[in-house]
């Protein structure tokens, strides 16, 4: 006899005891299963990649469509950003933040956090275009008060409910001095973020909080300044850091990989510490169970295989400005022999350092000695074939001016101490070399024209005026005396440097490096 038939037998009184009993065993069953769950969607540095890039990853479009998907599947969704929205293409170059923020409140983000290269248009305009968003604009250390309209757009923290969970999400910031230009953050006062994490982290768990979430933008790791490894490891509090700043692609598939998202905290537990790389090409999803707090993490490519779901209604506001930005990307103006990469060894910061010092040698009238530009400086590649106007904005697109300085050896040799912690990274004009010790990241050897740097006597060093002026660490060159500067703004001048020098031959640059390790 089965057991259907045996239910067909019992008395209607039994029948209604069993069917409940049927309910309520489903009911633990379902949620056995089924755990309530918090998905936090995240992205970081995504600078003003509206849309994809040439390699077919990322775009704004695609990524609503993962959010969209996934706010319809799961009741429990935060949507995260971990700062730099903008800055690095031509929507920010014409339109000044207004596309890049606008699509925040578009794609639905709840929560934000700023980065140094928003920034980039100073305080009063950062102001303006934060004034009407939706989004809640996080920052703990921070204090906003001296300002002109910032003090009204940011909180320290927020608490949000989930079932009957509260989260507690607060932000951290970097250090702007060194790493954001002189006047662009005037009133803002720094507070140290190691401290006021920990701080904060504990008042929200002693006011309720189950879980607390800290989204930052001081890089994952880093020889120079606080990291996220330095808050996980510095608090007990805490139990999800969502980081931006390094451009970090932290990969749960990849086990070698020295960018690994488990961390240990100040008590030995573990934590997690996520970030999703750049531009748009993937989004971070990082799942809470709020029953037991456990934590897993995971990365959503962008790709075309989302073109036929997009939002057509979000492609139509954005249509004016892609008009507008197609007109000056498309602008030929020179021709490269050879792909010309970004990277360690691509050949662009070669060109661009020669570059900076004949045009240094044109303004003060004198050769150049040393030129120097940064690696942070240049925001993509140049492929082999046509060079558009376009593309020579998106790799420079900064509002940053050539100056010659007159500097010591001694400031000379401090700033390559600098250049050898990032491993060489940036430009150097042709006539300069540096050996440094690949374990302890120092100079060995530093050359001029073959002859080794003399701390007594001076030298002309023409570079950007964000470097002359202490940026990105460079605080030596913050001694020299400025003799020369450049009326227009480092792209124009290349620019007008590509005409003149490139309008009958190509562009090559040799990708040797010029800054190695030592042998």
């Not at 086990?255 to 748009?280: F, L, P």
């Not at 993509?380 to 376009?390: F, K, Y």
């Not at 009958?504 to 490096?513: E, Q």
């Amino acid at each position: 006899m089965t057991s259907l038939s045996l239910y067909s037998r019992l008395p209607k009184s039994m029948k209604t005891i069993s069917f409940y009993i049927i309910l309520v065993f489903a009911a633990l069953q379902c949620s056995a299963k089924d755990p309530e769950k918090l998905i936090i969607l995240h992205t970081n540095d995504t600078h003003s990649q509206i849309d994809p890039l040439e390699n077919g990853s990322g775009g704004l479009l695609r990524r609503k469509v993962v959010i969209d998907s996934i706010r319809q599947t799961e009741p429990n969704v935060l949507l995260i950003d971990a700062g730099d929205v903008v800055q690095g293409t031509m929507y920010f170059t014409l339109y000044k933040g207004e596309v890049e923020y606008s699509t925040l409140d578009m794609l639905g983000y709840d929560i934000a956090v700023i980065g140094n290269h928003d920034f980039d248009n100073k305080v009063n305009q950062l102001a303006k275009n934060l004034r009407d968003s939706k989004v809640t604009w996080l920052s703990a250390n921070y204090d906003f008060s001296c300002t002109q309209g910032l003090d009204s757009i940011f909180t320290p923290y927020v608490i949000k409910t989930f079932g009957k969970k509260k989260i507690g999400i607060f932000g951290i910031n970097l250090n702007p001095k060194g790493m954001i230009a002189e006047g662009h953050y005037d009133g803002v006062k720094y507070l140290d973020g190691k401290i006021i994490a920990d701080s904060i982290a504990k008042d929200l768990k002693k006011n309720g909080a189950d879980y607390v979430i800290a989204v930052t933008h001081i890089g994952y790791d880093g020889n120079m300044k606080l990291n996220d490894a330095d808050i996980a490891a510095g608090s007990s509090d805490i139990d999800i850091i969502i980081g931006g700043h390094s451009h970090t692609l932290i990969d749960p598939d990849r086990t070698n990989d020295r960018y690994h998202w488990k961390h240990v905290n100040a008590e030995g537990d573990t934590i997690a510490v996520v970030q999703a790389g750049s531009k748009g090409s993937y989004i971070g999803k990082t799942e809470l169970d709020l029953d037991n707090g456990k934590i897993d993490y995971s990365l959503i490519k962008i790709d075309s295989r989302l073109d036929d779901r997009i939002d057509e209604s979000i492609s139509e506001k954005l249509k004016p400005y892609r008009q507008a930005v197609d007109s000056v990307m498309n602008r030929k103006i020179a021709v490269a022999a050879r792909r010309l990469d970004k990277d360690i060894d691509g050949g662009i910061s070669n060109f661009l350092a020669d570059f900076v010092a004949t045009t240094g040698f044109q303004i003060s009238g004198e050769p150049v000695d040393i030129s120097l530009i940064n690696s942070g400086g240049i925001r993509r590649s140049l492929p082999a074939g046509d060079i558009t106007q376009g593309m020579v904005i998106d790799m420079l697109p900064f509002d940053n001016k050539i100056v010659v300085l007159d500097i010591s050896g001694k400031d000379l040799i401090s700033a390559f101490e600098v250049l050898a912690l990032r491993k060489g990274s940036d430009g150097i004009n042709a006539s300069t070399r540096m050996l440094y010790d690949p374990d302890t990241l120092r100079p060995v050897s530093i050359t001029v024209n073959g002859e080794p740097i003399d701390p007594y006597r001076n030298y002309r060093l023409a570079t950007i005026d964000y470097l002359a002026n202490g940026g990105d660490y460079m605080e030596a060159l913050t001694h020299a005396k400025v003799v020369a500067k450049s009326n227009d703004i480092l792209y124009d001048e290349l620019l007008k440097y590509l005409a003149k020098e490139y309008h009958s031959k190509k562009i090559d640059s040799t990708p040797a490096r010029r800054m190695t390790p030592a042998e």
